[in-house]
């Protein structure tokens, strides 16, 4: 089938959810209002509905493939890449002065979904070069910036991000990459990355690499972590390409999902040392990293939804043309397509709901980040960033958990025909199965939530939160009959989500096991409340359309969309708060050796 991307849908929600005017009254966003925003959608939908979505499918079934140590991508990649770069799309966040344009958030994140829909594998390159420009805007000397932000911004240069190691995993106080102090003020860098996306490749003319490593002498654990740019190339006056450094490809996986994206394992200083240039301070490394990281966790939250979306535009396409049996309330006598069985009904809209309530929960904090980064006022810039990065691990936990649940729903709808590659239903879900689980799997975004988030401001900021949502329940109070069920359900979940968070707040010291036994149902609890906090605002808006009449069945379907997700998805945080406030002891109440 062929992708179309949703562009009404998010601009609705960039309109009535983010308030795009709004964002456009915020220093250097005078000209990135609703009109600026629908042009940029809708290019963007052309160029991906048209380049990148055609070649997803053959892809995965032709992934990139390992040459000695070079990696060649799957075909149509390298061309489309080289449009995509041609366009200016890899520098639509990033800064005027280094070649970037400088939109918000807001519009970027809403182009995001569109690219990872497109092409998951694909949308990778970019995402990881983002992360890259984001620490090297943050930490990096005036000269590393001069010298890597112009050609990462173009998409001339693509960039990746090196933690893990073989023995490593998550714990990176156990990273062992050594980097060596050089007379010339440059380091040389030995050890071994894996997992590593697109860690080489044909696509860009260089590939850059953020790497931590110890230098030695460093104090142990993730205190001793140094964060060093090493060069695929090494960059010589004028920007022109030098020397091959001493970084190498020794293989690629093979994986479950995502196949066309080289995942690489690196070789670094086999032969001399990796010339590597040190971003910041020596032993600040992981506090530079976690910008990427941060970075990182907001876009793979939003492949989340973009997997999800196409997982559900095929299963809805299938259901109305695949005929079975005939409908169980006898409105006819022969065989209908399926989509007029309930139960099918029931599993797509669903899909829907957890797919447009992710949405609806990302574009509404692109705006919290924009206000966070570009709001005059000093007090307004540190509110909205405790808010989005409350927010964070929910968009990156509870978006990629529901797309493994939506891209399964996906499968079933298709019945066995979805359990068969052929039809495409089964990619979606293979694709999605690694969002969980890379830049943080959901545990470690929920021990941030409880431990960070949380715990160490007694819950202030997510109880505030549950305020606004309170707001949002007197404001539907006396509205339509929609308006009113919605805000009874949301009424319910926010009163479990407070429980939770007193729980949390007041167990976190006292019996860490007890608070993060339960931290990700926490994540998912409160994924669940703001998604269909935002959901409600959604119907509200669209109410607020309908009486000026205008196009009434795109507002009827946002209508009944908010209202199946607060009857049918928000009733789950009632059991989630059971499990965190009267589950605790359970957790680890089996001995290690029972297991």
């Known amino acids: 089938m062929s992708y179309h991307a949703p562009v009404k849908d998010l601009l609705f929600d960039i309109e009535h959810l983010a308030h795009i005017n709004q964002v456009a009254q915020l220093p250097g966003f005078e000209e990135a209002g609703l009109d600026t925003a629908q042009a940029v959608l809708e290019e963007c939908a052309r160029f991906n509905e048209k380049v990148v979505a055609p070649l997803n499918f053959e892809a995965d079934v032709a992934p990139s493939k390992h040459h000695g140590t070079d990696v060649k991508t799957s075909a149509g990649f390298k061309e489309a890449y080289a449009q995509f770069t041609a366009g200016g799309w890899q520098g639509l966040l990033h800064p005027v002065e280094f070649g970037g344009q400088g939109l918000p958030k807001t519009i970027s994140a809403a182009c995001g979904e569109i690219l990872n829909s497109a092409n998951l594998s694909f949308a990778l390159c970019p995402l990881l070069t983002d992360g890259a420009i984001e620490a090297l805007l943050t930490a990096g000397s005036d000269e590393l910036k001069a010298t890597y932000l112009p050609q990462l911004i173009s998409g001339q240069w693509s960039g990746t991000m090196n933690l893990t190691e073989p023995q490593a995993g998550?714990?990176?106080?156990?990273?062992?990459?050594?980097?060596?102090?050089?007379?010339?003020?440059?380091?040389?860098?030995?050890?071994?990355?894996?997992?590593?996306?697109?860690?080489?490749?044909?696509?860009?003319?260089?590939?850059?690499?953020?790497?931590?490593?110890?230098?030695?002498?460093?104090?142990?654990?993730?205190?001793?972590?140094?964060?060093?740019?090493?060069?695929?190339?090494?960059?010589?006056?004028?920007?022109?390409?030098?020397?091959?450094?001493?970084?190498?490809?020794?293989?690629?996986?093979?994986?479950?999902?995502?196949?066309?994206?080289?995942?690489?394992?690196?070789?670094?200083?086999?032969?001399?040392?990796?010339?590597?240039?040190?971003?910041?301070?020596?032993?600040?490394?992981l506090k530079y990293m976690f910008i990427m990281m941060n970075s990182a966790r907001y876009s793979v939250g939003v492949q989340g939804i973009a997997v999800a979306e196409r997982a559900y535009q095929k299963a809805a396409e299938y259901a109305k043309e695949r005929v079975q049996s005939r409908p169980v309330d006898g409105s006819a006598k022969s065989g209908v397509t399926i989509v007029h069985h309930p139960d099918v009904r029931r599993m797509l809209m669903t899909m829907r709901a957890l797919t447009q309530g992710c949405r609806a929960l990302a574009i509404?904090?692109?705006?919290?980040?924009?206000?966070?980064?570009?709001?005059?006022?000093?007090?307004?810039?540190?509110?909205?960033?405790?808010?989005?990065?409350?927010?964070?691990?929910?968009?990156?936990?509870?978006?990629?958990?529901?797309?493994?649940?939506?891209?399964?729903?996906?499968?079933?709808?298709?019945?066995?025909?979805?359990?068969?590659?052929?039809?495409?239903?089964?990619?979606?879900?293979?694709?999605?199965?690694?969002?969980?689980?890379?830049?943080?799997?959901?545990?470690?975004?929920?021990?941030?939530?409880?431990?960070?988030?949380?715990?160490?401001?007694?819950?202030?900021?997510?109880?505030?939160?549950?305020?606004?949502?309170?707001?949002?329940?007197?404001?539907?109070?006396?509205?339509?009959?929609?308006?009113?069920?919605?805000?009874?359900?949301?009424?319910?979940?926010?009163?479990?989500?407070?429980?939770?968070?007193?729980?949390?707040?007041?167990?976190?010291?006292?019996?860490?096991?007890?608070?993060?036994?339960?931290?990700?149902?926490?994540?998912?609890?409160?994924?669940?409340?703001?998604?269909?906090?935002?959901?409600?605002?959604?119907?509200?808006?669209?109410?607020?359309?309908?009486?000026?009449?205008?196009?009434?069945?795109?507002?009827?379907?946002?209508?009944?969309?908010?209202?199946?997700?607060?009857?049918?998805?928000?009733?789950?945080t009632a059991a989630l708060r059971d499990a965190i406030v009267d589950g605790a002891a359970d957790i680890m109440a089996l001995p290690a050796e029972a297991f």
């Open 170 to 285: 998550s714990d990176l106080a156990a990273v062992r990459t050594r980097a060596e102090r050089q007379p010339d003020g440059t380091y040389r860098v030995f050890g071994t990355k894996i997992f590593i996306t697109y860690g080489e490749h044909d696509m860009a003319e260089n590939i850059i690499h953020l790497v931590l490593a110890r230098v030695a002498g460093a104090p142990e654990g993730v205190g001793g972590i140094s964060l060093f740019v090493v060069p695929k190339f090494r960059v010589e006056a004028g920007g022109k390409l030098g020397a091959r450094n001493d970084v190498y490809c020794t293989q690629i996986e093979h994986k479950l999902g995502i196949k066309a994206s080289p995942t690489a394992v690196l070789q670094y200083g086999d032969h001399g040392g990796a010339v590597g240039y040190l971003v910041g301070q020596e032993n600040s490394g």
């Open 364 to 572: 509404s904090s692109a705006a919290l980040y924009d206000a966070a980064h570009h709001h005059p006022d000093a007090k307004v810039r540190a509110e909205k960033k405790a808010q989005y990065e409350f927010m964070v691990p929910l968009i990156k936990g509870y978006s990629t958990e529901s797309s493994i649940e939506v891209t399964s729903l996906g499968v079933q709808v298709h019945g066995g025909m979805g359990f068969i590659e052929e039809t495409g239903a089964a990619q979606y879900y293979r694709d999605a199965r690694i969002l969980p689980i890379y830049e943080g799997t959901t545990a470690i975004q929920a021990n941030d939530l409880v431990g960070r988030k949380t715990a160490r401001d007694g819950g202030q900021v997510a109880l505030g939160l549950a305020a606004q949502v309170e707001q949002t329940e007197q404001a539907m109070a006396h509205g339509s009959d929609h308006a009113r069920a919605v805000a009874r359900q949301l009424g319910r979940a926010r009163a479990a989500f407070a429980d939770a968070v007193r729980f949390i707040a007041g167990q976190a010291e006292r019996d860490p096991n007890a608070a993060y036994g339960g931290s990700v149902p926490y994540l998912m609890l409160a994924g669940n409340l703001f998604a269909g906090w935002q959901l409600a605002h959604t119907l509200l808006a669209a109410e607020r359309q309908l009486a000026e009449g205008r196009d009434r069945p795109f507002m009827q379907a946002k209508i009944a969309t908010a209202r199946f997700y607060a009857d049918h998805i928000l009733p789950r």
